[in-house]
């Protein structure tokens, strides 16, 4: 029987998430086989397809997986899933995504006591929410993973404009704030790699929501290859296709 789960399920997140969708077969009768198709809404309504399976109204449709959907502002999912005859559909379901703004309230007891603004300083690492309410410094690889995921989402805010005023990335302008720099030692050629194809993965999907002009829209990735220049040293070279049809190649140098 066609089955679909999403993992995170809603809940408060900070900043930004990414979910995954997926359908799949149970093995209870009757069975599902073939290619699964997940209809979905982010506007709250309901998801639907005509007679020949096209989406109605607000609805979207992508074959499952949809793996690493980046939601950037609060909404509720809608989803079901199908097979692509449309003999088979499952109930839809739905989740809620509250973001909010990283805050952090705590008692530092080290200041006087009529202090009661100050300033929290990380050096060479990061904060990360890892419960509701507790926070996390993550450093090294960790950080650095962190980053190339991070600055696809969460791009420049205009100076003196507030934070939820956030820029939409060029291509190649948050991935060139990363790439070239030094990375952590033990960073790995496969690590590096699989970093930069998650990243123009999650750019890829969030210029197809912002409608970006077709020359900047990525339409899928053709090649991402990293190589040993030395012990500490990498050199890579990613190609992708935009939507007009046009090639667009970068590569360079990360490490020491």
Not at 81 to 89: D, P, V, W, Y
Not at 163 to 190: D, K, V
């Amino acid at each position: 029987m066609l089955t679909v789960d999403i993992t995170p399920a809603g809940g408060i997140f900070v900043e930004f998430v990414r979910v995954d969708i997926v359908a799949s077969d149970d093995g209870n009768v009757p069975i599902a086989s073939g290619i699964f198709e997940i209809v979905y809404t982010t506007d709250g309504t309901l998801p639907e397809v005509d007679v020949f399976g096209n989406p109605l109204g607000t609805s979207k449709k992508r074959r499952s997986p949809i793996k690493q959907f980046p939601i950037k502002q609060p909404l509720t999912l809608k989803f079901f899933a199908r097979t692509l005859t449309g003999s088979q559909t499952t109930t839809v379901q739905s989740a809620f995504f509250n973001l909010t703004e990283l805050t952090a309230v705590n008692e530092i007891h080290t200041v006087p006591e009529d202090v009661r603004n100050y300033t929290v300083r990380v050096d060479n690492g990061d904060i990360q929410k890892t419960d509701n309410g507790l926070y996390a410094i993550v450093y090294g690889i960790d950080k650095t993973r962190q980053d190339v995921r991070e600055a696809i989402l969460v791009e420049n805010v205009g100076q003196g404009m507030p934070i939820g005023n956030r820029l939409l990335p060029q291509f190649g302008s948050a991935l060139n704030r990363l790439l070239g720099q030094a990375l952590p030692a033990g960073f790995t050629r496969g690590q590096i790699q699989t970093s930069i194809f998650e990243a123009l993965t999650f750019l890829t999907e969030l210029q197809r929501e912002e409608n970006v002009p077709s020359d900047e829209q990525i339409r899928r990735i053709l090649f991402v290859n990293v190589e040993n220049v030395s012990p500490t040293s990498y050199r890579y070279h990613f190609s992708v296709e935009t939507v007009s049809g046009r090639t667009v190649s970068d590569s360079g140098t990360i490490g020491s």
